[in-house]
C-alpha cells in the first residue's frame, strides 16, 4: 500500500511539473512572439519617426527677403493678437480613403491580443508642412490606438464612418495685412471593436487643405503622438481609446520667428475636443450648424 501511494504521488508530482513546463514555454512563446510583432513594425512604419521630425528646420531667405526686411521691418513682423485658430466645419468622411493604410493583416496574432493594453503601431512623429509646402507623403502619416497584439484595422469590425473638423489657421503682419492663411482637417476613423469588446481608434491624422503664405515669409507645421498619452478611458474588459494629437507651427521671417502648439484630443467612442491652444478659436464647436447632426444622440461633445 505505502509503495502504491509513493508511486501515485509520483505520478501526480510528474504530472503538476509537466503541466507547470507546458504553461511556461506557452507564456514564453507568446512573450517571445509579442516581441517579434513589436520589433517587425519598427523598419516597415516607424523607421522615420524620429524626435528630430518635431524640430523644424531654419530656413534660408533670400539677399532680397533680407534687404526687404530691414526696410520695412514691420511688414515682416507678425503681430501676435492677430494669431488664430478657428473651428469652421465638423463633418463625416466617406470613408478612410484619405490615408493610404500600410499595415499587415497578421490573424496569427490574435491569441496574443491584450484587450485592456493600448498601443500605437502606426507613425509617432511627422511633418505636415515644409516651406510653405505640404509634405508628399502625408497621406501615408497617421496613428492608431489598436489592443496589444492587433497588426491592423481589418482585425476590427464596426467602424464608423471618420469624422472631421476642419480648422483655419491665420496670422497678420503689423500692417494688418493676411500674411498666413491656412486650413486643414483634424480627422480620425473611431468605434473598432474586437470580437464585440472596446472602441478603438485608427487613421488618426492632420490633413492640410489650403497653405497661402506671402513672399518674405515661411510656414512649417508638424504633429505627433506621444505614447504616453495613449490610454483607455473604460474598462479592462471594454476598453475605450483615448489619445491626445499635437500639432507644432512655425512662422518665420528674416526678422523673427513665432511658435504655438495645439493638442486635439479624442476617443473610440467619437468624443473630440481642442484641449490646448493659445489662441481665440470661434465659433464653438457646437454651435456649427454642421456638427449639428453629428451630436444628436451621442454624447459626443460637452
Known amino acids: 500500500m505505502l509503495s502504491n501511494a509513493v508511486d501515485y504521488n509520483l505520478i501526480e508530482a510528474k504530472d503538476m511539473c509537466e503541466e507547470k513546463t507546458k504553461t511556461m514555454k506557452i507564456k514564453l512563446a507568446r512573450l517571445a512572439a509579442t516581441l517579434c510583432l513589436s520589433l517587425s513594425f519598427i523598419p516597415c512604419l516607424s523607421a522615420q519617426d524620429s524626435l528630430d521630425d518635431l524640430k523644424f528646420t531654419k530656413p534660408s531667405f533670400t539677399r532680397n527677403e533680407l534687404n526687404n526686411a530691414m526696410e520695412d521691418p514691420d511688414y515682416f513682423t507678425i503681430d501676435p493678437a492677430s494669431i488664430k485658430t478657428t473651428i469652421l466645419e465638423v463633418r463625416e468622411e466617406p470613408n478612410r480613403s484619405y490615408v493610404k493604410m500600410n499595415e499587415i493583416s ?33 497621406d501615408t502619416k497617421y496613428a492608431v490606438a489598436y489592443p496589444q497584439g492587433i497588426t491592423s484595422a481589418s482585425q476590427l469590425e464596426k467602424w464608423t464612418k471618420p469624422l472631421s473638423y476642419v480648422y483655419g489657421f491665420s496670422a497678420k503682419n503689423l500692417y494688418g495685412v493676411k500674411t498666413i492663411d491656412v486650413e486643414y482637417k483634424a480627422i480620425y476613423t473611431y468605434g473598432g471593436s474586437y470580437k464585440g469588446k472596446g472602441r478603438f481608434l485608427t487613421a488618426v491624422t492632420i490633413i492640410p487643405t489650403k497653405v497661402n503664405v506671402s513672399w518674405g515669409y515661411r510656414f512649417a507645421m508638424t504633429a505627433s503622438v506621444p505614447d504616453s498619452t495613449i490610454t483607455n478611458v473604460g474598462t479592462n474588459t471594454n476598453p475605450v481609446a483615448a489619445m491626445q494629437l499635437k500639432l507644432l ?35 464653438k464647436i457646437e454651435d456649427l450648424t454642421s456638427a449639428l447632426p453629428l451630436i444628436g444622440g451621442a454624447k459626443i461633445f460637452e
Open 249 to 283: 507651427w512655425k512662422i518665420s521671417t528674416a526678422l523673427k520667428e513665432s511658435d504655438g502648439a495645439s493638442v486635439y484630443y479624442m476617443q473610440g467612442d467619437g468624443y473630440f475636443e481642442e484641449i490646448a491652444s493659445p489662441f481665440s478659436k470661434t465659433p
Open 106 to 138: 497578421d490573424p496569427k496574432y490574435d491569441l496574443l491580443v491584450t484587450l485592456d493594453s493600448l498601443i500605437n503601431i502606426a507613425s509617432k512623429v511627422w511633418k505636415i508642412v515644409v516651406d510653405n509646402a505640404p509634405q508628399v507623403n502625408i
